[in-house]
């Protein structure tokens, strides 16, 4: 297929492609995605490619791309605009989707709020993963800065279904160059699958302000799997209870970390325009009908 239909939009500033790649065997290539992340018009934080089922219950089978080309397990914003775009064309609420990362759940509401069940989190160091054994992952051995005085130093980590570290501060979150540090700590050694890169401040009991470097994109408006990690590392380093309002550039996601160990992740999605596009090159036209 060389005219695949796609939706541009966002979740909170987190900016989504959504590509219909229903009835195709074709798959959006690395240089594909590289191409349309290029161009100004379609920059994106993430690609999720819609594709026919593979287990029997479920709705789609969901491909989510980086803007780097690589493959992301989760991405919480790219989901509730995949619901949001789903809900729209069938007329139903609720949904079962199968990623990388196992089986999640989402439906809208009639007020048009999405929420979408992330699974439940991981803490194991060999789950998240990381390169060397932690008997304790609310706070590992990991700084940024001098050995005496680190700018950072002490995350929680923890997987959403993609890895995550979460670095606590009591001051203001973009005081911190996380533009400069957040490749670096991506790619360090100890996460042999990269990692997502976040600044937390608890300001409350149930609100959390964030910032994060998202793996295989970089600064991000807002980053859904890392809203969660921060949630549930915050909870289980008693910093918070097990449901938050996490404020992001982009503005607020609302979660909790049920009874259950599911977490859901509750915001808005956003459409843009639309066009088609070439899944293997990424040429693309763009169409402003809505």
């Given amino acids: 297929m060389s005219d695949v239909p796609f939706l541009k939009m966002n979740g909170l500033g987190n900016q989504i492609i959504v590509a219909d790649l229903r009835g195709s065997a074709a798959r959006v290539s690395a240089e594909a995605a590289i191409a349309i992340n290029a161009r100004p018009e379609t920059r994106f934080d993430q690609i999720m490619a819609i594709h026919d089922p593979r287990t029997p219950g479920t709705a789609n089978y969901i491909e989510i791309i980086n803007s780097d080309g690589t493959r992301a397990q989760a991405c919480g914003n790219g989901m509730r605009c995949v619901v949001q775009t789903l809900s729209a064309e069938q007329g139903r609420q609720?949904?079962?989707?199968?990623?990388?990362?196992?089986?999640?759940?989402?439906?809208?509401?009639?007020?048009?709020?999405?929420?979408?069940?992330?699974?439940?989190?991981?803490?194991?160091?060999?789950?998240?993963?990381?390169?060397?054994?932690?008997?304790?992952?609310?706070?590992?051995?990991?700084?940024?800065?001098?050995?005496?005085?680190?700018?950072?130093?002490?995350?929680?980590?923890?997987?959403?279904?993609?890895?995550?570290?979460?670095?606590?501060?009591?001051?203001?979150?973009?005081?911190?160059?996380?533009?400069?540090?957040?490749?670096?700590?991506?790619?360090?050694?100890?996460?042999?699958?990269?990692?997502?890169?976040?600044?937390?401040n608890v300001i409350a009991p149930d609100r959390i302000i964030l910032r994060t470097w998202e793996r295989g994109a970089g600064l991000t408006q807002a980053c859904g799997t890392a809203a969660c990690a921060a949630l549930v590392n915050a909870a289980r380093t008693r910093r918070t209870g097990r449901k938050a309002t996490i404020t992001l550039p982009g503005g607020d996601l609302v979660v909790e970390w049920l009874d259950n160990d599911h977490v859901t992740l509750s915001g808005p999605a956003e459409f843009e325009w639309r066009g088609r596009f070439d899944p293997a090159s990424g040429a693309w036209t763009r169409s402003e009908a809505a």
Wanted: charged residues 20%; hydrophobic residues 45%.
């Fill in 94 to 200: 609720r949904f079962t989707f199968e990623t990388i990362a196992g089986i999640l759940f989402g439906q809208e509401a009639e007020d048009g709020l999405i929420t979408v069940d992330m699974g439940t989190p991981k803490f194991a160091w060999y789950d998240i993963p990381l390169n060397e054994e932690f008997a304790d992952t609310r706070a590992i051995e990991l700084q940024i800065g001098p050995i005496d005085a680190p700018v950072l130093h002490s995350p929680s980590v923890a997987s959403m279904g993609n890895p995550h570290a979460t670095f606590w501060v009591k001051d203001d979150v973009w005081s911190y160059a996380l533009d400069r540090f957040g490749p670096l700590l991506e790619n360090h050694p100890l996460f042999p699958e990269r990692c997502n890169i976040s600044i937390a």
